[in-house]
């Protein structure tokens, strides 16, 4: 009998303390990366009364970037304010003075945000769920491949490691402190894929950084892999790399003389150029987080 209570007893014990360990476990990402961020010094996501996220301290932007098939995204409509993520094309007259310049134009092929990520490394949250037949696996090869081919170009210790997760989403309203890249529909046509970066890009340097970034694999096109299918698909390395360099703080390059960078703004299928960083792509990430 004593035996059976002991047992009971221990039971009690362990189930307590895994279920401690698993409360522990279950800290909101938006906290964790509240209480990084305060051990940083640096931005951080709260939790708003309401349930909502708002950024501490105030003044968070956003900025969405539409990644689009030649041809797409052409629509105009001249109110003197570039609504890139309405599908305003970058060489409408609205969005000829926006701030995708050089700061330091020692090359035409490398563009800002504005700003750059001061926590590092970068975790990031890798959603698998496609209605493509790509397995898990090659989804998140193709990702971090993606993510590895800018780290490889600088000492910085850019990216972390990834988590898997089927319920991700793209907070195009308010972020939640978690990057994740995903599939899913965008409302207009020809968009490849779509990047929503939150941060600061204003102000002194110093002030400056990126919080989140979100990226959308739009379902506009069949995914898979231009290297090694034997049917015309949309890489999902290469558009995966050129959208972590946004998540980086690269800008999109528009000018044809830039045409075989990773961030070169258009791109099509059967196209795999992106997946190596060129010239304009390596000088951007260097003069962001340094050399090798
Ligand atoms: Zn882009």
Redesign the pocket.
Known sequence: MKKVILGIFVAVMVFSLSGVAGAWKLIPTADQAKEKAKADKSLAIEKGEKGDFILSPPGLKKVV???YKKGFGGFCNNNGVCEKDLGENPSCADCSNVKDKPEDPTSTCSAFLGAKWTNLPIDYVIDPDNSYGLTEEFVANAMVLGAEEWDSYTNADLFGGYTIDYNSSWDGSAPDGRNELLFGDYQQDGVI?V?VIWGYFKGKPSNRGIVEFDILFDNDFIWGDSLNSSSTVMDLQNIAT??F??GVGL??LYDTVCVEET?Y?YSNYGDIEKRTLNAGDIEGIQQLYGGI
Do not use: F, Q, Y
Request: no cysteine.
């Open positions: 970037l539409i990644h894929a990047t050129h959208e360099g946004h800008a999109d961030m703004g």
